[in-house]
């Protein structure tokens, strides 16, 4: 293995390593206390610890495992390591914060409070997570059942599976907390595409300049982007130019804007969104 590719290896690792301590730390101080099931593994397990008193992260490794086997001998599905690294931290985290340190939790009567805030944070560590191809299991893999036996769209089983979850909350621990268990469900995954889209946003810009070559320069050797040339003829002036369009990441662009307007500050600039970007600097194609 490339050096390059080591490190590369190392960073998603540790990024997903990070998302999922930062899930484990919303799920044990906020969600756990207060029976909060915001839908997937914890979920679950927060439901099955209120009929059978094993803890949280022990109902964690239980289902996963059970999931996870079923899946390899019925489902046939191909998971890779980053699934099953991904979704056992994740339950290991969960057990040893609540079982072995006993980590502090959220001591307040404000179910609201605990649900957003639970939410939230749990719903950033799991976009880290994902960002990295990581997966935190659970109703992911339910919904892959449901999806091959019963023909559901993969998105509208992960939905059910995990409002399913919520009803049952309700049933054991009362209206109240299923209520609540269900509204953390639909903000998790708002927060979830929110913060996706804001880690993984990129923009397209193309520019117009009469030193487009300046432009380009700085462009490749000071962001290290690509650049492509595209002939254009303007409609009222007929003059031929060269239009240059790069992709940049949305961090990146305030610096190449200031940096056309220095050289030269009569340029045109048209910036677009893009939602992904695959190839070098950006998103693996391979990963997809």
């Known amino acids: 293995m490339h050096a390059k590719a080591f490190w590369s290896l190392v960073k998603e690792y540790t990024v997903i390593s990070i998302g999922d301590f930062i899930t484990a730390v919303a799920v044990v101080s906020f969600l756990i206390p207060y029976n909060i ?61 609540s079982r072995i340190i006993a980590f502090p939790t959220y001591t307040g009567d404000n ?35 449901m999806n091959k036996f ?4 993969l998105g509208q089983g992960i939905l059910i599976a995990d409002v399913s979850i919520g009803i049952l909350a309700g049933f054991k621990f009362g209206l109240n907390i299923g209520m609540y268990s269900i509204l953390a469900i639909i903000l998790n995954g708002l927060t979830i595409d929110f913060l996706m889209r804001g880690m993984e946003m ?6 117009l300049s009469e030193k487009s070559e300046e432009i380009a320069d700085y462009i490749m050797k000071k962001l290290e982007r690509g650049v492509t040339y595209i002939p254009t003829t303007g409609g009222y002036t007929e003059i031929n130019r060269r239009m240059i369009i790069s992709v940049v990441r ?22 677009g969104e893009i939602e992904k970007a695959y190839g070098e600097g950006f998103s693996d194609i391979k990963k997809f």
């Open 37 to 97: 099931a915001a839908g997937g593994a914890s979920g679950l397990a927060i439901v099955l610890h209120g009929f059978v008193n094993f803890p949280v992260g022990v109902w964690m490794y239980i289902i996963n495992g059970i999931l996870v086997g079923f899946s390899l001998v019925f489902v046939s599905v191909d998971f890779s390591f980053k699934t099953i690294y991904s979704t056992f931290l994740l339950s290991f985290f969960v057990d040893f914060m």
């Open 111 to 145: 179910l609201m409070l605990a649900t957003i805030f639970g939410d939230i944070i749990a719903a950033f560590g799991m976009a880290l997570a994902f960002s990295q191809n990581g997966s935190t299991g659970g109703t992911d893999i339910i919904a892959k059942f």
């Open 150 to 153: 019963l023909s559901i769209p």
């Open 202 to 207: 990129s923009k397209q810009v193309m520019i």
């Open 250 to 271: 949305r961090r990146e662009l305030s610096n190449l804007l200031r940096a056309v307007k220095k050289i030269d500050h009569h340029a045109f600039i048209v910036v």
